[in-house]
């Protein structure tokens, strides 16, 4: 099981128009997530709700990692 804590690791949720297209060199940081996404058999997100919505970061986390492969 893998455990991350965006705030704890000071995650930076804005994803930059670089990394937008599918063959994108992205950040180390990104590329591991993505490859911890990709190995998994499932996903378990915990957070507050903010106004029926995740947090901020967990928005970015979601825009920047989950990827077309």
């Known amino acids: ?6 705030y704890v690791e000071k995650f930076d949720p ?3 128009e ?3 297209p599918r063959a994108a060199e992205l950040p180390p940081v990104i590329a591991q997530h993505c490859a911890e996404i990709a190995a ?3 996903y378990i997100i915990v957070h507050p709700n903010w ?3 995740p947090p901020a970061i967990l928005k970015g986390w979601l825009d920047r ?3 077309k492969a």
């Open 51 to 53: 106004w029926a919505m």
């Open 1 to 6: 099981m893998i455990y991350h804590d965006l």
């Open 65 to 67: 990692v989950f990827r």
């Open 40 to 42: 998994a058999d499932g």
């Open 18 to 20: 670089e990394e937008i």
């Open 14 to 16: 804005l994803l930059n």
